[in-house]
């Protein structure tokens, strides 16, 4: 069975960091994109940040640019992703996804883990 664990999550103060981790099972990570994704209350699902499964290429909405930083262990089968800088309007629940396709449009993404909070706040 196909199955991510998302973990790392927390309140964090503005400016703090925290560092997600999605653990994949059932599943080699590295034959698919992987995603992180977030939903803050009342707003859409939205891409934070891809790393392909081919060359390692990345791509990062423009608010999150110079902030975070997504990696990949496949030895691990183990993606992460560090936060730094944080800012209030970081706060949401944060998903990891796997996908065939370096897209960042929900639709492509078949298998998601089950969301980590992230709160961010004085």
């Known amino acids: 069975q196909l199955q991510f664990v998302e973990s790392g999550g927390g309140l964090v103060q503005p400016g703090g960091s925290l560092r997600l981790s999605c653990a994949a099972s059932?599943?080699?990570?590295?034959?698919?994109?992987i995603g992180w994704f977030r939903q803050a209350p009342g707003k859409e699902r939205e891409g934070v940040s891809l790393i392909s499964s081919s060359d390692g290429s990345t791509y990062y909405v423009d608010s999150v640019k110079g902030r975070f930083a997504i990696s990949r262990d496949n030895a691990k089968n183990t993606v992460y992703l560090q936060m730094d800088i944080l800012k209030p309007e970081d706060t949401g629940v944060y998903y990891c996804?796997?996908?065939?396709?370096?897209?960042?449009?929900?639709?492509?993404?078949?298998?998601w883990g089950q969301g980590t909070q992230v709160t961010v706040s004085s």
């Open positions: 996804a796997a996908s065939r396709l370096f897209v960042v449009n929900t639709v492509a993404y078949a298998y």
């Open positions: 059932g599943f080699t990570l590295d034959n698919y994109v």
